[in-house]
């Protein structure tokens, strides 16, 4: 199975080739027009229009099958088939229009000077970023020009000159110049179909980045992909920082009998629809998911840097976090389904972040007292009959314009379970 980077490359790749078939289109169009106005003979006319004609139709069908994805690899060497075709044909078009066998010397042939079409059409095909293309274009093109040199050199009355003058101007050929365009043809081509490759890598790479950078902001907000995006490589070693953050716990209530009555598959559903629009809460107030546990969730606000709003934008998004709930269990009610309740715990404190791990399996994290603490405030919640608790220490941090609009009430002075330390627990209540 092709990987999210591979598949991204490959519709570049697509566009690529998709620029070459309509740049073809408009040539094979414009050429059917100007035919009209230069060609010499009815058997020119006719030849190249119904040439151009057929192959623009060939390639509109086949830039249906690039819409669809299908047929890629086929499309692109049936293009390099194509352009070959038409350098090939062309130069015995115009001699036939011109008298062919009987009247002209096959001199005639390589003094088409069809040269600035083959140039044109090797850029074409680079722009497919397959480097595949243009090299087979170019070895195909110095391949079918030399047969024709071969086959013009058969005629008794074939004529060379090493004057640039006459070879322009009369009937003779300047074959030193033809071979010499030939091999700046066949460089050129080898030259693409390489700078193809190194194009194809550095989009390869910039697409895989694009692609971990995309993964990165299933976990954080895009403030701190940004940050990490910049991050140098002393960010991605094992070891931490002292650092003071917030750190919220969120679970849902009586999550053991819900997903006895719902069975596997539907509470995996309910869990992943909860998770969504959770998190997308999280993100908007500059959260960062360190991990799923279970149904729950531990969150921090101040990594990888912290900010002088990390306490309030926590409990910014507990009160979005209880209200969106609120609305997701109206529309579960509407559908005959059960309500959620969820608890939520925050505390606002020193903690290490960083890399915890080895270098092959990092996991970027916060650990120390504060997480244990806000874990307990959260577990407290169950004993208290409250669904949102917050430490003194949190409090104290968030700014007065939302303390002023916070319903809130002092629950004491307790011990968490499982700690000494005494902490005083507020206990804040949601409109919803």
Not at 194 to 222: D, G, I
Request: charged fraction near 20%; proline fraction near 3%; charge should be neutral.
């Amino acid at each position: 199975m092709a990987t999210k980077s591979e598949q991204i490359l490959r519709e570049k790749e697509i566009e690529g080739i998709k620029f070459s078939l309509y740049g073809k289109m408009f040539v094979f169009g414009l050429l059917t027009i100007v035919t009209f106005f230069v060609a010499q003979t009815l058997f020119e006319l006719f030849t190249i229009s119904a040439i151009a004609i057929l192959l623009n139709i060939v390639l509109y069908i086949l830039s249906k099958f690039l819409k669809q994805g299908k047929f890629v690899a086929f499309v692109g060497l049936f293009c390099v088939v194509i352009d070959l075709f038409i350098v090939t044909v062309l130069p015995f078009i115009w001699y036939n229009a011109v008298g062919g066998e009987l009247q002209v010397p096959r001199t005639y042939l390589i003094k088409t000077y069809i040269h600035f079409i083959i140039a044109g059409t090797l850029i074409m095909n680079a722009f497919s970023i397959q480097p595949m293309y243009p090299m087979l274009y170019a070895l195909g093109v110095v391949i079918s020009q030399a047969g024709i040199l071969v086959y013009a050199q058969q005629d008794p009355r074939f004529v060379t000159t090493e004057n640039f003058k006459e070879a322009v101007l009369g009937p003779a050929a300047h074959v030193n110049n033809y071979i010499t365009s030939m091999a700046i043809i066949g460089v050129l081509g080898f030259f693409l179909a390489y700078l193809t490759y190194r194009v194809r890598r550095t989009v390869l790479s910039a697409v895989t980045n694009e692609v971990k950078m995309n993964q990165l902001t299933r976990y954080f907000s895009p403030n701190v992909v940004d940050e990490l995006d910049q991050a140098g490589e002393d960010f991605f070693k094992p070891g931490g920082k002292e650092s003071t953050v917030a750190v919220l716990f969120c679970d849902i209530a009586n999550f053991t009998q819900i997903s006895e009555s719902l069975g596997p598959e539907k509470t995996m559903a309910l869990l992943s629809e909860y998770h969504n629009f959770m998190l997308d809460i999280v993100f908007q107030n500059h959260g960062t998911l360190d991990k799923f546990i279970g149904d729950g969730m531990m969150v921090t606000f101040g990594t990888p840097t912290t900010s002088p709003d990390d306490a309030t934008n926590s409990v910014k998004a507990g009160i979005a976090m209880l209200q969106a709930l609120a609305e997701w269990n109206q529309k579960r009610e509407l559908k005959g389904e059960q309500a959620i309740a969820i608890r939520i715990g925050i505390h606002f404190g020193s903690v290490i972040v960083g890399n915890v791990g080895v270098e092959k399996r990092l996991e970027y994290t916060v650990i120390g007292d504060t997480v244990n603490a806000a874990s307990r405030l959260e577990a407290l919640g169950k004993e208290l009959k409250r669904n949102f608790l917050i430490s003194r220490e949190l409090f104290d941090q968030i700014r007065s314009e939302l303390k002023q609009n916070l319903k809130i009430k002092t629950l004491g002075t307790l011990s968490l379970r499982g700690k000494t330390k005494t902490t005083e627990i507020i206990g804040i209540e949601v409109p919803t």
